[in-house]
């Protein structure tokens, strides 16, 4: 995505690096070059959370009626709620993480963990120092950054994943883990393979089992081995291996076929899965297949 320069008080942000067209549905992300000066931010419909990236600079800021000042170092995170405005002010240029969730992607969440309704909204957090946290962001940073993105469940877990951090302590997924029952596991597979031809959410799988996307991610893995957005890709690439092999079908139908986004996404997947492109795959073909 092209830079874009938007003017926010005394000072610029331009956008680095965008989810945007990534095909992320609830929530987003951006990488932005912040310069220094005074930013005025409005109030939004989602929550948003701003990661720290690189060297320290000094920041102040208004912010629900409060004055912060600190020294904003790299991976400190400020948590904004839906509905808040502020005032930052940094005294030199830096970077940061954008990332903005839906409130109603958050409120899902939530219901389905069954909390207190006190529970429900995002507390205002002003640099957060959180090692998961921060595990989580980085990795939507690098699919930001990575020429092919992986599929969208991929993002769409390490959000839900940050929702749950955010939220604070959930008992029912605090207890030991335990796999799905065969059954259960051989159903959800079922349904993966008869809709790998489409967008996939956690939602939809989580949805086959009647089961909350947050439980649902933590069973799949015990009883996969892998996360589901992992699971999926590798049946996505194992389809598309059988239909190359198989010679019924040009390199553009396939990838329609397994779901990639377009016919260098599947041979990214493909090199990084099973070492060889759809290209090395037709030419291994035997003669007349």
Request: with cysteine; aromatic share 6%; net charge positive.
């Amino acid at each position: 995505m092209n830079a874009r320069a938007s003017t926010l008080g005394d000072g610029t942000r331009t956008s680095l690096l965008s989810s945007k067209g990534r095909g992320w549905k609830g929530f987003g992300a951006e990488v932005v070059s912040i310069s220094a000066g005074t930013h005025r931010i409005p109030a939004a419909e989602q929550h948003r959370i701003g990661v720290h990236i690189g060297k320290p600079i000094r920041a102040n800021c208004i912010c629900d009626g409060r004055r912060h000042a600190r020294i904003q170092t790299h991976g400190d995170a400020d948590v904004i709620p839906a509905g808040m405005d502020g005032q930052w002010s940094d005294d030199s240029d830096c970077t940061v993480l954008r990332i903005w969730i839906d409130h109603a992607f958050a409120a899902s969440i939530h219901d389905q963990l069954e909390l207190k309704p006190s529970r429900a909204a995002f507390p205002m957090r002003l640099q957060m120092r959180d090692p998961r946290f921060q595990h989580l962001a980085w990795g939507l940073q690098a699919e930001l950054q990575a020429e092919e993105a992986s599929d969208s469940l991929f993002a769409e877990s390490l959000c839900t994943a940050m929702v749950v951090r955010l939220l604070g302590s959930v008992p029912s997924l605090e207890g030991k883990r335990r796999a799905l029952a065969p059954k259960a596991a051989a159903r959800v597979a079922d349904f993966i393979e008869s809709s790998l031809d489409r967008r996939l959410t956690l939602a939809d799988l989580a949805s086959v089992l009647d089961m909350s996307v947050p439980h649902f991610k933590a069973l799949f893995r015990e009883t996969f081995g892998v996360p589901a957005h992992r699971y999926v890709v590798q049946r996505r690439v194992e389809r598309a291996k059988a239909l190359l092999s198989s010679g019924a079908h040009d390199v553009a139908q396939v990838a329609f076929e397994t779901g990639f986004a377009h016919q260098s996404h599947m041979a990214h997947w493909m090199n990084r899965l099973l070492g060889v492109s759809p290209r090395e795959l037709i030419k291994s073909r035997p003669r007349g297949a």
